[in-house]
C-alpha cells in the first residue's frame, strides 16, 4: 500500500492510504472512554439567575435538593457501589453552578470525592459551571481540591444571542474562561446549545469552528427545546420564538459534528438525555429520541460523499467498519436513497472489522 500524494483526509490532516482504483480514510471521531459516569446533581444550586432556556429540575430528573442532601446521597451511593464491587466512575457534578456553590460546599464535595479516589472508586471528578462564575483563584483552589474538568455552559459565541437568552455574559467571558480553565491545568468541556432566540444554523457553524478553536477534551450539542413553566415557553405561547424544526437542526449539526471531531474533540452526547418528566414537558423544538445517532449518520455520509468526489470516477463499493453497521443508513434506513445517489446502493456497501473504512473505484 502506498500513502496517497495528498498526504490526507480532506480537511483532516489525516494520512490516507491507496491502493490502486481506491481510497482509505478513517472516520475524525476522536476514541471513546471507557470510564462509567457518576452524576450528581446540583439543581439550581449556584446558579444567579434563571436563563430563558432552563428547566433543569425536568433536564435531570432530579429536584433541588439542599447541598448537605446531595452530599450525603452521593456518598451513600458510592459507599453501596464500592461495597457490591461495582466502578470506578468519573465523578460529575451537573445541573448547577459548581464553582459557584457558597463555600465550604465545593471543597466538601471534593473532600468526599478524594476519598473515593483513593479507595480507587472515582479516578476523574468533573463539575459544569458557568464561564462568569470560574476566576482564576477559584480554579486553582478546587483544582487543589481534586477538581479535573470545566464543562463551560457557553451556549454561543453571538453577544446578541446570549443577552436575548438572559445569560448574563457575553462570549468574551467565555473565551476568557476557557483560557483560565487550562491555565489552572484543568481539562475544558464545553457546551453548545444551538437554536436559542436569534440563532441561526450559520450561527452554529461559527460556534462550532470557535469552540474547536479553544480545544475542549470534550463538547455536548444541546439543541434548544421549548419547555414547560420556562420563560422561553412563554415567548413561543406569544408567537416571539419559533424553534427550529427537526430537519434544521440535523443537518446543522451534522455539519458541527466533524468540526469538533477534527479538532480533535469528543462530542459526549447531542440531545438532552431521555427523563419521564422531560418528556412530558417538552412543547416544541427539535426532540427526537434517535436524534444523536440520526445526527451522526448524516455526518458519516457527508464524509463518505467528500471521498466520493475525491475518487474522480464512479464508486464500486464500500466497505465500512462493522461497529457503524447500526448507524450507516440512519434511522429506518433513512440515507439508503442518499448513498444510492452516491452510486453506493445497499448490495455495495459491506462490513468489516478493520478500523478504515475503504471505497473502491468502479472497474468499467
Known amino acids: 500500500m502506498q500513502h496517497a500524494p495528498s498526504g490526507g483526509l480532506p480537511g483532516t490532516g489525516q494520512a490516507v492510504k491507496t491502493r490502486p482504483q481506491g481510497r482509505y480514510f478513517r472516520h475524525p471521531e476522536p476514541p471513546k472512554p471507557r470510564s462509567r459516569i457518576w452524576p450528581v446533581y446540583v439543581t439550581f444550586q449556584g446558579c444567579p439567575g434563571r436563563c430563558v432556556f432552563c428547566a433543569q ?20 451511593g458510592l459507599e453501596a457501589a464500592a461495597a457490591a464491587g461495582r466502578g ?5 457534578f451537573y445541573g448547577g453552578v459548581f464553582t459557584a456553590l457558597p463555600d465550604p460546599w465545593p471543597e466538601q464535595f471534593l473532600e468526599a470525592a478524594t476519598a473515593f479516589r483513593h479507595q480507587g472508586l472515582v479516578t476523574r471528578v468533573r463539575c459544569s459551571t458557568r464561564p462568569d462564575a470560574c476566576d482564576p483563584a477559584t480554579l486553582a483552589r478546587l483544582g487543589a481540591a481534586g ?58 457553524r461559527r460556534d462550532a469552528a470557535e469552540a474547536a478553536a479553544l480545544a475542549p477534551e470534550i463538547a455536548r450539542l444541546h439543541p434548544c427545546l421549548v419547555i414547560a413553566g420556562t420563560p422561553l415557553a ?21 455539519e458541527a459534528l466533524p468540526v469538533l471531531w477534527r479538532a480533535g474533540v469528543r462530542v459526549a452526547r447531542i ?6 418528566g422531560l418528556e412530558a414537558a ?26 466520493v468526489a475525491a475518487l474522480g470516477g464512479p464508486p464500486g463499493e464500500l466497505t465500512v467498519p462493522r461497529r457503524f453497521a447500526g ?24 462490513f468489516w472489522h478493520e478500523e478504515e473504512l475503504y471505497l473502491s473505484a468502479r472497474r468499467v
Do not use: N
Not at 432530579?62 to 442532601?69: D, H, I, V
Not at 470506578?88 to 460529575?92: I, K, N, Q
Not at 413561543?236 to 451534522?254: C, H, K
Open 88 to 92: 470506578p466512575y468519573e465523578l460529575a
Open 327 to 350: 448507524e450507516i443508513f440512519g434511522q429506518a434506513g433513512e440515507l439508503l436513497p442518499a448513498y444510492a445517489g452516491l452510486g453506493l446502493p445497499r448490495e455495495r456497501i459491506r
Open 57 to 76: 429540575h425536568l433536564q435531570s430528573g432530579r429536584p433541588p435538593l439542599a447541598p448537605g442532601r446531595v452530599l450525603a446521597e452521593m456518598v451513600a
Open 234 to 254: 412563554d415567548l413561543f405561547a406569544a408567537g416571539r420564538f419559533v424553534p427550529w424544526d427537526l430537519e434544521t437542526a440535523l443537518a446543522a449539526l451534522a
Open 282 to 307: 417538552v412543547l416544541a423544538g427539535p426532540r427526537h429520541p434517535a436524534l444523536g445517532a440520526r445526527v451522526r449518520a448524516r455526518a458519516l455520509f457527508a464524509l463518505v460523499a467528500a471521498e
Open 147 to 204: 477538581l479535573d474538568l470545566v464543562e463551560l455552559g457557553g451556549q454561543t459565541f453571538d453577544d446578541a444571542v446570549l443577552a436575548a437568552a438572559g445569560r448574563g455574559h457575553d462570549a468574551a467571558a467565555i473565551r476568557r474562561a476557557a483560557r483560565d480553565v487550562k491555565a489552572a491545568g484543568l481539562a475544558l468541556g464545553l457546551q453548545l446549545l444551538p437554536g436559542l432566540p436569534g440563532h441561526t444554523p450559520e450561527g452554529l
Open 271 to 276: 440531545g438532552l438525555a431521555p427523563e419521564q
